[in-house]
């Protein structure tokens, strides 16, 4: 599904066959999930392959390994550069770009002396789907920040998401919705929240969550369209009164929420801040340009 014999990935700084590479047993990343990884996504446009926000993922990629003190070896224009390598290599355009920062042998609990940076690609659909999400609140809450870095994108932290979506979809529903440590609305397992009424955006303030790109592009979008966004903490019977919902990542671009725990969002998706906003995210990835200062 990932790759096939002809693959190549890319590996501190060669391009190798995906199946003929290995990582070593003893890894701090494999047993203690002590790495860093982005998401990105490829799309193509009228003027060739572009990787979306290819710099700002990189850049939080060093950041990740800053914050958590794994060693950052490359600079980001040469990881940006290698990435299209990569896609022209496996014949690639929309895409999903995965590099990973995986620790040497070293079974300590020490910060580690070398570490690989791998990256690797393949086509990959919205992640959630296209059609709206049934959430449900999950029994798990978000890392606590005191506990762990948050705003960096760290292996481990991933159980926690997949303790999460596995407990929503064994329940029936799509996708789980995590708060934090103090009960306020948090974000989902691998996308933010946003979510709107009377025609005003609201979405989680930074500091208990993923400082997300796409989130950081709704806002942008937000600002283009005239609609007005407040971030803070918030409540979530802020949400169970909201008129519509939706979440973003760069896997599951926008996507809009039907329901949580069943309770359906009154307003119809079509009519929603959220739907301008996937149409903009949409056209904007994709490159296509749109008539400048569209109010809405
Ligand atoms: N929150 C979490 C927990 C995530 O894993 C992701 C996906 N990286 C996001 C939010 C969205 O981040 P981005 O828009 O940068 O993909």
């Not at 993922?57 to 794994?70: A, P, T």
Request: glycine share 6%; net charge negative.
């Amino acid at each position: 599904m990932y790759y096939n014999n002809n693959t190549l990935l890319y590996l501190d700084g060669k391009f190798v066959k995906a199946n003929e590479s290995k990582i070593d047993l003893y890894s701090q990343t494999l047993h203690y999930g002590y790495g860093v990884f982005e998401g990105i996504r490829a799309y193509a446009t009228d003027e060739g392959t572009k990787v979306f926000k290819a710099k700002e993922h990189y850049e939080r990629l060093k950041k990740s390994c800053e914050l958590v003190n794994i060693p950052f070896n490359s600079s980001v224009k040469e990881l940006v550069d290698a990435t299209y390598e990569l896609l022209q290599k496996n014949n690639l355009t929309d895409a999903y770009v995965r590099p990973l920062v995986f620790c040497d042998p070293n079974m300590s609990l020490h910060r580690p002396n070398n570490v690989s940076i791998m990256i690797c690609a393949w086509e990959w659909g919205a992640y959630l789907g296209d059609k709206q999400l049934r959430l449900t609140v999950s029994s798990y809450c978000r890392p606590h920040p005191r506990s762990i870095k948050i705003e960096a994108k760290v292996c481990g932290h991933y159980v926690n998401s997949i303790l999460a979506t596995t407990e929503a979809k064994d329940k029936g529903f799509d996708e789980a919705l995590l708060l934090d440590s103090d009960g306020f609305l948090a974000e989902g397992p691998g996308a933010n929240l946003f979510f709107e009424k009377e025609g005003v955006l609201y979405t989680p303030q930074l500091g208990n969550i993923l400082p997300g790109i796409t989130r950081a592009t709704v806002l942008e979008l937000a600002e283009k369209l005239g609609i007005k966004v407040v971030e803070g903490l918030f409540q979530p019977e802020s949400l169970w009164n909201a008129d519509s919902a939706f979440y973003c990542g760069t896997a599951a671009e926008v996507i809009g929420i039907e329901s949580v725990d069943d309770k359906k969002f009154p307003k119809d998706w079509n009519d929603s801040l959220g739907k301008k906003i996937q149409e903009e995210y949409l056209q904007l990835v994709r490159e296509i340009k749109t008539a400048p200062n569209t109010k809405y």
